[in-house]
């Protein structure tokens, strides 16, 4: 009988090791997929959005906010500092330290349940990339299956390099680089011994010894582990010594790190459907933005909007006022600084792309720009008198009767005094005696939508962005080439390949330089003597166009440097007066005119004057120097006016002698417009900062 028995413990004795053979055995195999994981590591990343320069702008990420560190990267003293703590053996063992483990089953035997692991470092990378943390036989001996096996298949840096790169460190960081980057605002290789320590210390239970929350506790842990590496020879005295002593500075970092909200929204606006993953995928965006640049436009942007509110008693926290910048560089379009709000916080919506406003009279130097293309020049008399002009809304007549805000009129004024002054009527008389239909075929190149066809185009009613008009102002600022706003350089993929570039685009060619400068000209006027002299700047040239829309609803100011084209708005988002007298020259050529001191003090070498092109020539007419080309040449002088000669040229003449032909204002009182024209809106669309129209 004993026989039997013993036979039997025996036979189960050996079906159960081999059963227990067989299960490691399966289980060896079974866990493929798990191990090829860890080799092929593809964690999600965080994508990092840079300035033209380089500079840090923000991260994007979805869940959480990672970094990848190479091993080269980690400095030895963060890797001392975990094998001291973690796994002393680290280096010598093959993914399972029997004797850690034997002493981990006598504590748990003593205490009668799981109180210790007797993990390796291979073991609690498995642990943190697939297990749970409960403590099972069953979760065990999958563990151990696994370290065996990554140690075949990795190296141990490899190991170690994952390792930190998962682990978590309070905070919503997960890895050594974020974590480096997030509480000390360094890059990993700048970290201090006391630093290093911190971060070691953190993972051991990290809500426990969050540095924000609890930083005595984690520093008495971080002296420990300073400690453990001064007895194991790892440091020296004096660098012990020291490094107890320190006491670092830790920040309350945001997850993204945005230094330039308005700029990290539009990139993901604009590439999150060709980059699906692209809050995952670890690239590095670098944008055409200049963050000094988009510093300066951000604060003068907020200090004028508190100014005016100030001046109005309106307190900023309840206003619904606010305001957009964008400057971009004149020959690149490359976008320099945008900022679509006041204040982020308060509200994201990005005012420089999205919202479509009237720009009212900041429009009116591209009717101008088409009548010096079609002969006119900038000494060219227009029609400053009343006009009434007639048309049928369903076969009813109606009267439109524009008038200029001084209730008076010049009679007769030179192109240049009527853009300077911004005078209304004798810009609807201009645009009348043109002919609609071919300043609308002009502006067309301008790619813009829904151009009116009616002779309120005089006055801007067509709504668009502030990024847009910087895009439009590129045919003066650019020579007459219009460029595309570019926001992004490049996008580079975490293998450090280049899967995304642009180039500058010209979208169209206006105009020529010669005609372009032409406008320039009248510009600088506008800001020496105009609506826009709020703009000036001492020491730098400046060339620029106000606008106000009806019942100051809209306020630019729409201007360019020799480098740069910068323009301003303000406004209420829901379409209301800023308030009364709120024009553009009021209101946002300040801005423009501080965003331009404080760039000559960060720049002091811009480039600070225009170059006149080729082509352009200066003559006298009825004693005014005037600008003229082939393509606008100087009109007959007015016989009752005294002539002057400038050099050579004689006035009313080309270079060439060629006698030029006076354009004669129309001058009839009151137009009949029948030929399928739109009437004029029901509302008034335009006041400029002198001017307003009246129906």
């Not at 035997?109 to 642990?127: C, P």
């Not at 979208?507 to 032409?518: D, G, R, S």
Request: aromatic share 10%; with cysteine; glycine share 6%.
């Amino acid at each position: 009988m004993i026989h039997k028995i013993i036979k039997f413990f025996v036979v189960s004795a050996i079906l159960g090791a081999a059963f227990l053979i067989g299960m490691f055995a399966y289980a060896y195999y079974a866990v493929d997929s798990d191990v090829k994981r860890l080799i092929n590591y593809t964690p999600d990343l965080s994508t990092e959005i840079l300035d033209r320069n380089g500079k840090h702008l923000g991260y994007i990420f979805k869940k959480h906010h990672r970094l990848y560190a190479n091993y080269n990267e980690i400095p030895v003293s963060i890797i001392e500092g975990v094998v001291a703590m973690e796994d002393t053996k680290f280096f010598e063992h093959s993914g399972v330290n029997p004797d850690a483990i034997l002493r981990a089953i006598i504590k748990d035997i003593k205490a009668r349940r799981f109180v210790e692991g007797g993990s390796t470092i291979t073991q609690q990378l498995i642990k943190n990339m697939f297990l749970s943390r409960k403590k099972k036989l069953s979760r065990k001996i999958k563990e151990i299956i696994l370290a065996l096996k990554l140690e075949n298949k990795l190296s141990k840096e490899q190991i170690l390099e994952r390792y930190l790169n998962i682990i978590a460190y309070g905070n919503n960081y997960l890895g050594i680089k974020t974590a480096a980057e997030g509480y000390f605002r360094k890059p990993l290789h700048e970290l201090t011994l006391k630093e290093s320590a911190i971060l070691v210390a953190i993972p051991n239970a990290p809500s426990y010894y969050n540095p924000l929350r609890h930083y005595d506790r984690v520093i008495k842990r971080a002296n420990l582990i300073l400690n453990r590496l001064y007895k194991l020879g790892w440091l020296t005295k004096s660098e012990y010594d020291a490094a107890i002593k320190e006491r670092p500075k830790v920040y309350k970092t945001t997850l993204a790190q945005n230094n330039a909200p308005y700029i990290v929204d539009e990139v993901v606006r604009r590439f999150k459907k060709r980059f699906p993953d692209l809050k995952v995928g670890g690239y590095k965006i670098y944008t055409t933005i200049d963050l000094e640049k988009q510093k300066i436009a951000r604060e003068v942007l907020k200090s004028n909007l508190m100014k005016l509110l100030d001046s109005r008693g309106e307190d900023i926290n309840s206003s619904d006022l606010n305001g957009a910048i964008v400057a971009t560089e004149n020959k690149t379009g490359d976008i320099l600084a945008l900022v679509g709000g006041v204040d982020y916080k308060k509200s994201s919506f990005n005012r420089a792309t999205m919202i479509q406003r009237q720009p009212g009279s900041a429009f009116k130097p591209f009717v101008y720009q088409t009548a010096l293309d079609n002969g006119y020049n900038p000494a060219t008399k227009l029609t400053d008198l009343a006009r009434t002009f007639k048309y049928k809304v369903n076969g009813k007549e109606k009267v439109w009767a524009p008038q200029n805000y001084e209730r008076n009129f010049k009679g007769f004024i030179t192109l240049r005094e009527a853009l300077v002054h911004s005078r209304n009527v004798a810009t609807v008389n201009l645009v009348y005696d043109l002919g609609l239909q071919k300043i609308r075929k002009r502006l067309a190149l301008l790619d813009v939508k829904n151009i009116p066809n009616d002779l309120s185009i005089s006055l801007g009613n067509l709504a668009l962005s502030p990024l847009k008009m910087a895009q439009i102002y590129t045919v003066f600022s650019n020579s007459g080439h219009m460029i595309e706003p570019r926001l992004v350089g490049k996008i580079v993929s975490k293998q450090n390949s280049v899967i995304f570039e642009t180039r500058p685009k010209e979208i169209a060619n206006f105009t020529k330089p010669e005609q372009a400068y032409l406008m320039t000209s009248i510009l600088q006027d506008v800001i020496k003597r105009g609506t826009g002299k709020n703009a000036a700047v001492e020491g730098i040239e400046l060339a620029g166009k106000t606008g106000t829309t009806n019942n100051y609803i809209d306020a630019w100011f729409c201007g360019y440097s020799p480098t740069i084209t910068t323009i301003v708005w303000y406004g209420r988002d829901k379409y209301k007066p800023i308030f009364k007298g709120a024009t553009g020259g009021k209101v946002a050529a300040p801005a423009f005119a501080k965003f331009y001191r404080k760039l000559l003090i960060t720049e002091p070498n811009i480039e600070r004057k225009f170059t006149k092109p080729k082509g352009v020539m200066s003559g006298y007419i009825n004693g005014k120097r005037e600008l003229y080309t082939k393509a606008s040449p100087l009109p007959k002088s007015d016989p009752n006016e005294d002539l002057y000669e400038s050099g050579s040229n004689i006035p009313g003449q080309d270079e060439n002698n060629d006698t030029l032909e006076t354009i004669s204002p129309v001058d009839s009182n009151i137009i009949e417009i029948y030929d399928n024209n739109q009437p004029p809106p029901k509302k008034p669309l335009d006041n400029s900062d002198d001017v307003e129209v009246l129906f």
